[in-house]
């Protein structure tokens, strides 16, 4: 495989890069930091060692064609809708999709109908898609040319969906799905994203683009060389190849670590909530019925006992387990959890509201200097910027988008409750950028 093969490079690089694989420079992995030097194949022409990979990949999650991705499921995500749609077509595309499908929708001037999710108001998150809902807007839409969701979500809620579309899944957090008790990976669709990083033994930007509708190939393969860096980096490419290796190899690994996780989730707590979705991987911790926010608790984890959560929401925590965590990971965080719990005691709360729907089509659009409006004279307005918390970068407002009461509320509560919110303009939360009128 690839990674046994660079493991044995020992010709001399008159070549780039210009560390030159010297250690004196102390670079991590400079020892396989190669260019497309002759045996080592081409990631934009694979034909050798780098096709035997993917075809690998297509092996284990049954696609017809799985291509490497060195820009993370954010390139992948871009190629699959450019590969499905031309500039203006209609695209129906789930609330809850990460902000580069809306990237996407705005390079390609897509008209986007949004599919709403259903929402727990108690946790503060988006769940899953509904089938009906779906089936709706596609009779409303017949124009539509694809459908994009989010399945997993960040919180390991599956959408268990079929379209009469062609159906692109951002399952950026579901590359182990398949593995062990975990859900099947979803194959019923054109193409599914996976991010190797997330949930796999792989380094960050490590992602597949697998396609299952044949007729989709050349045209991904084509965005891909358009969109994907010239310059594709063997130390990733190096750690794609262990991954894989890893999924054929060491399937007993994920039998070991799935019943790790599950014996965790029998952790018997008085206050905070250790809250089931379909992924068990994926450590929610609600802290509804709790004075605590997600935030403090994210806080305290990190102060008292030294974990770091993958994100901290207004009601929630969530911790992401995977198959690098060994016993004594899981042991640690169940005392801290035990711990915490003691400290808090039961307190009233308000459901939380969830985030206003968005009817109608709509098409991002920006103008060339936005206007900084105070926070609440934003009202009626038309935003000319991106604003979404993060992680896990979903779009609160986007660019042409018109602004209600409720998004300001909306936005507000989450302020409040300490969740990190990311827009373009420098002064947010008390300024937004609106269009001139």
């Known amino acids: 495989m690839l990674h046994h093969e660079l493991d044995k490079l020992s010709t001399y ?10 250690e004196k420079f102390g670079i991590p992995g400079a020892a396989v930091d190669i260019t497309e030097i002759e045996g080592f194949d081409n990631l934009h022409h694979p034909t050798g060692l780098i096709r035997e990979l993917e075809e690998r990949f297509a092996q284990h999650y049954g696609a017809a064609h799985s291509f490497l991705s060195v820009g993370g499921s954010t390139l992948g995500l871009l190629c699959a809708i450019f590969a499905l749609c031309e500039e203006g077509d209609t695209v129906i595309v ?15 001037r897509l008209k986007i109908v949004f599919l709403e999710p259903e929402f727990d108001c108690a ?10 809902r779906l089936e709706q807007l596609e009779k409303a839409c017949p124009q539509a040319k694809a459908v994009v969701i989010t399945s997993p979500t960040y919180e390991g809620f599956i959408s268990d969906i079929h379209s009469t579309l062609p159906l692109i ?7 182990h799905f398949g593995m062990a008790h975990f859900p099947a990976y979803p194959t019923d669709a054109a193409i599914v994203i996976s991010s190797l990083h997330k949930t796999l033994p792989a380094l ?3 992602a597949l683009i697998n396609v299952y509708d044949k007729r989709l190939i050349e045209r991904v393969r084509l965005m891909l060389d358009l969109l994907e860096t010239s310059s594709p980096s063997y130390v990733l490419l190096y750690s794609a190849s262990v991954c894989c290796d890893y999924l054929q190899n060491h399937r007993a690994d994920f039998e070991r670590f799935y019943e790790d996780v599950a014996a965790l989730r029998h952790i018997e707590l008085q206050h905070l909530r250790l809250v089931q979705t379909d992924d068990i991987s994926k450590l929610v911790i609600s802290t509804q019925g ?13 102060e008292d006992f030294g974990i770091e959560s993958e994100l901290a929401g207004s009601r929630h925590v969530l911790l992401m387990s995977t198959v690098g965590d060994d016993a004594a990971a899981l042991a640690r965080l169940q005392k801290a959890l035990l711990e915490t719990d003691r400290t808090l005691s039961a307190a009233p709360e308000e459901p939380f509201a969830p985030p206003p729907a968005a ?3 709509r098409q991002i659009s920006y103008t060339a200097q936005g206007c900084p409006t105070a926070f609440w004279e934003a009202e009626g307005k038309i935003s000319n910027e991106f604003v979404y918390a993060y992680p896990p970068d979903i779009p609160i407002l986007l660019p042409g988008m018109p602004i209600r009461k409720s998004d300001l509320t909306y936005l507000h509560q989450l302020t409040a409750a300490g ?18 009128l």
């Open 13 to 22: 690089p008159f070549h780039m890069p210009g560390h030159k694989r010297n």
């Open 94 to 108: 789930a609330r809850n999709c990460h902000k580069s499908v809306f990237n996407a929708c705005y390079l390609k």
């Open 123 to 132: 946790l503060g998150c988006y769940t899953a898609v509904k089938q009906a």
């Open 169 to 175: 899944i951002d399952a950026a957090h579901g590359a």
């Open 204 to 206: 960050t930007q490590t």
């Open 290 to 302: 709790t004075a605590l926010s997600g935030t403090a608790l994210a806080a305290a984890l990190r």
């Open 359 to 361: 009817p109608g089509t």
């Open 419 to 436: 969740v990190t919110l990311v827009a373009q303009g420098e002064n947010f939360p008390n300024t937004i950028l609106t269009k001139a």
